[in-house]
């Protein structure tokens, strides 16, 4: 009598609407598609080898998150940043943050503290020179933290506002000072994950998001 053997079926990869989603989204949240700025629908689905439907889909998704916004007969454009968001922005991190990563210490599983641990030694072994690369290392710890939450629901929502908060400070990085240092708060935020202390993981998150906030508007 022969037996079967129910071979698991691959992951599937993203689709094509998340492929586009992704690559736009990162380009709008780090200003290289400018404030104002067209999209072409075209060139991006010639860049990405892909057709207008995955566009378009990607394209409407990030009209929801505020990052691009469509006029008839005119086109898609990247939205404008307005400072004076910030303290919207700011209340509802304040609010969101600190709870996630009182979560995330809670709930994150051993692969996720391996994960956090490599990125807390990239930390203790040095940064990259120039805001802009800083800014990037600062989105690629907030994610990893949002992912250790295990809710999909709120990961989108703080990775939603995170990309907000983080085309404001794209518009005053060249008059930053200390950028290293933000970023550097991470790390004892990642050990206080790492360890499962909640509480203050939460006390850590809710004074970096406060010097966000402080260290834009002594700018403005």
């Known amino acids: ?37 067209p999209i072409n629908e075209e060139w991006l689905g010639g860049s990405l080898g892909m057709g207008r439907t995955p566009i378009r889909e990607a394209l409407k998704r990030l009209e929801s998150e505020r990052l691009v916004v469509a006029y008839p007969r005119r086109g898609t454009f990247a939205t404008d940043v307005n400072i004076s968001d910030l303290a919207h922005i700011s209340e509802v991190r304040r609010t969101l943050e600190p709870a996630a990563t009182a979560a995330a210490a809670e709930r994150a599983t051993d692969e996720d503290r391996e994960r956090l641990t ?9 940064q990259p020179a120039g805001n802009t690369e800083l800014l990037r290392v600062d989105l690629e710890l907030h994610r990893a933290v949002y992912a250790c939450v295990h809710n999909p629901f709120l990961e989108d929502t703080l990775i939603h506002y995170d990309n907000l908060a ?8 060249p008059r930053l000072r200390g950028m290293a240092g933000h970023v550097n708060e991470h790390a004892p935020l990642l050990t206080a994950i790492i360890d499962g202390d909640a509480k203050k993981a939460a006390e850590l998150t809710l004074g970096h998001v406060t010097g966000f906030e402080q260290a834009i508007r002594a700018l403005i």
Do not use: H
């Open 166 to 173: 983080t085309r404001i400070w794209c518009v005053f990085l």
């Open 118 to 126: 490599a990125l807390r030694e990239r930390l203790d072994t040095g």
């Open 1 to 37: 009598m022969s037996t079967q053997v129910n071979t698991p079926m691959p992951a599937a990869g993203p689709s094509l609407a998340e492929q586009a989603y992704l690559f736009v989204r990162d380009r709008l949240v780090m200003l290289d598609i400018k404030p104002g700025e």
